[in-house]
T-cell receptor, first 115, second 112 residues
Framework: DTEVTQTPKHLVMGMTNKKSLKCEQH?????MYWYKQKAKKPPELMFV???????INESVPSRFSPECPNSSLLNLHLHALQPEDSALYLC??????????????FGDGTRLSIL | GESVGLHLPTLSVQEGDNSIINCAYS??????FIWYKQESGKGPQFIID?????DKRQGQRVTVLLNKTVKHLSLQIAATQPGDSAVYFC???????????FGKGTRLHILP
């Protein structure tokens, strides 16, 4: 079991639907991340939140909208997705980097399928 | 540019033998390296990390070696077990921000 919890584990949606992915951690970590992972590929960074503020957006299309309501929660709002957006979406968190480099701890992801 | 890659996409090892997974990186400014294990249907799991001021670090049954001269990183797994079957990613971080770059991954297959 991981300490980063993602829901739902699986999601199937049409291209006109609106849905949200949720991520939660209670390790006191101050940085949270969204990654996209296609089959047999490494995770690709999408967004980074540091102290609840968006610090990195890797030129992600606006149909993906992140939100960090508080230091423990991270959401990814989805709207008008394309079939090529089908992938495993991973959330991760890490401690404050200002105390030294820190590993990221990952959830088990949400498997998203776009019909 | 920056890149982190692995030499072999698949590694087959006899159960009980030692496994060595290699990784090459090109960013000489990288100062922190991480190995992750990803089992089927799960997220990447942190295994071990090493900072650039170290050459070697040991954990439980795992050892990471860093050769900064040739920009090479390796993960050694002692007495490989069936539960070690997974894809292994190296990752590096060389900047002041929180971004890490993943290598392409190596699948470790355990032979009975």
């Amino acid at each position: 079991d991981t300490e980063v919890t993602q829901t739902p584990k699986h999601l199937v949606m049409g291209m006109t639907n609106k849905k949200s992915l949720k991520c939660e951690q209670h390790m006191g970590h101050r940085a949270m991340y969204w990654y996209k992972q296609k089959a047999k590929k490494p995770p690709e960074l999408m967004f980074v939140y540091s102290y609840e503020k968006l610090s990195i957006n890797e030129s992600v299309p606006s149909r993906f909208s992140p939100e960090c309501p508080n230091s423990s929660l991270l959401n990814l709002h989805l709207h008008a997705l394309q079939p090529e957006d089908s992938a495993l979406y991973l959330c991760a968190s890490s401690q404050d980097k200002r105390t030294g480099p820190q590993p990221q701890h990952f959830g088990d992801g949400t498997r998203l399928s776009i019909l | 540019g920056e890149s982190v890659g692995l030499h072999l996409p698949t590694l087959s090892v006899q159960e009980g033998d030692n496994s060595i997974i290699n990784c090459a990186y090109s960013n000489s400014a990288s100062d922190y390296f991480i190995w992750y294990k990803q089992e089927s249907g799960k997220g990447p799991q942190f295994i071990i990390d090493i900072r650039s001021n170290m050459d070697k670090r040991q954990g439980q049954r795992v050892t990471v070696l860093l050769n900064k001269t040739v920009k090479h990183l390796s993960l050694q797994i002692a007495a490989t077990q069936p539960g070690d079957s997974a894809v292994y990613f190296c990752a590096e971080n060389g900047r002041r921000d929180d971004k890490i770059i993943f290598g392409k991954g190596t699948r470790l297959h355990i032979l009975p």
